[in-house]
């Protein structure tokens, strides 16, 4: 019996010769898995999909509908340890249109100590794909189709999805107009452009690509760079950063500069988290703590972030409005403001989904393209 990354790596080969015909013969059936693919309001579904037929396949003697150890039986499995242990290589590696992390972290599948039977409620939405889900799993165990079918006529469905929206990136971005065949954009247009984009859904880590852009594109004029960024589910405790993105002087790895992003005022609170994160980290070569957010700033925040430096011994705390910090940077930095733009892009497309989804990047190449083109 192969391992479970070859057993992948199989389903990946078989995949991939036959994109255009479902490896499924039951219409009814394959209809499923493409729905269940291509749901992007739940994509949970898809990983638990995938970990559960993985372990069916490298231990057949397992009942698939039974992914949690806590039941008891001698036929159970853990869904999770496959879903983190090869699901999530399997899927980086591919870059295949799925959650960054486990299924089985995701409130209709934790905490779970039942078989996954038909009849039950995960409530979830939409309640369809749970629905369809479960049914797949007992046609599995019913033996309507074999785990090894099902899961590499998944992974051709992830792969069409994924091409699909490759390509259509590439067709946005070849439909821009370069510099050289129109009159680069102005500072306040890119503005404008950039304060649509952060309006749009979904869109809590933009702010921190404003900025990562500005120090990434100036980097020479500043004499500073900025380290790269951290992922954008994990916690600053997880990861050890001091904030959202983190600058240092070129030539030394020293953090002067933390930018903490936030889509809602702050408060208070924060900045005594972050005082408190600052006095835990032992390092006393930071000049600046800057909060930027897209809400309003309260005063008697403001107020209260004055006294913070003769406090820490010259820390300075301050609280910027995104937009307001990306306009002064564009106007202070005029001659590179394309350079800008080009930068912000970069990172928006370089994002993986579960940072900046699909629809969020498709956003700003339109965005662009009509600012370009004048409509």
């Known amino acids: ?19 255009d015909k479902s490896l499924i013969e039951d219409i009814d059936m394959a209809n499923d898995i493409e729905f269940v693919c291509r749901n992007v309001q739940n994509r949970a579904g898809t990983r638990l999909l995938m970990a559960s037929l993985l372990a069916k396949i490298h231990r057949p003697e397992v009942d698939i509908r039974k992914p949690y150890t806590e039941i008891g039986d001698d036929d159970t499995y853990s869904g999770r340890t496959y879903d983190e242990s090869y699901v999530s290589t399997f899927i980086n590696q591919h870059d295949l249109p799925c959650n960054s992390t486990t299924a ?17 409620n995960l409530v979830g939405r939409p309640p369809k794909l749970y629905q369809i889900v479960l049914q797949l799993l007992n046609h599995v165990y019913m033996g309507r189709v074999s785990p090894d079918d099902l899961l590499a006529e998944t992974v051709r469905h992830l792969l069409i999805v994924r091409n699909e929206r490759q390509q259509r990136i590439t067709s946005l971005r070849a439909d821009l107009k370069t ?10 247009a890119i503005v404008s452009l950039i304060q649509q984009h952060l309006a749009s859904p979904h869109s809590s880590r933009l702010p921190v690509l404003v900025v990562a852009a500005a120090y990434q594109c100036a980097s020479v004029h500043l ?27 070129i030539g030394d790895d020293s953090v002067a500069t933390a930018y903490e992003m936030k889509t809602r005022r702050v408060t208070q609170e924060d900045i005594d988290r972050a005082l408190q994160k600052l006095g835990t980290s032992g390092l006393t070569t930071i000049d600046n703590y800057v909060f930027i957010t897209t809400d309003e700033i309260d005063q008697r925040v403001q107020e209260y972030v004055k006294g913070i430096y003769d406090e820490t011994g010259g820390i300075e705390v301050v609280i910027l409005d995104c937009i307001g910090f990306l306009r002064h940077f564009l106007h202070l930095f005029h001659r590179i403001r394309t350079n800008y733009l080009e930068a912000y892009q970069n990172l928006v497309l370089d994002e993986p989904h579960s940072a900046v989804n699909q629809p969020l990047k498709v956003a700003f190449l339109a965005l662009r393209r009509a600012a370009e083109s004048g409509e």
């Open 179 to 188: 510099s050289e065949e129109s009159v680069p954009l102005s500072s306040e």
């Open 104 to 120: 089985f972290l995701t409130p209709a599948f934790r905490n779970r100590n039942i078989v996954l039977t038909p009849d039950v």
């Open 223 to 249: 004499r500073e760079r900025v380290l790269p960024l951290k992922s954008h589910t994990s916690a600053d405790e997880q990861t050890g950063a001091l904030g959202d993105v983190q600058i240092t002087l």
């Open 1 to 19: 019996m192969p391992s479970p990354p070859g057993i992948l790596s199989i389903a990946f080969q078989r995949a991939s010769e036959g994109l």
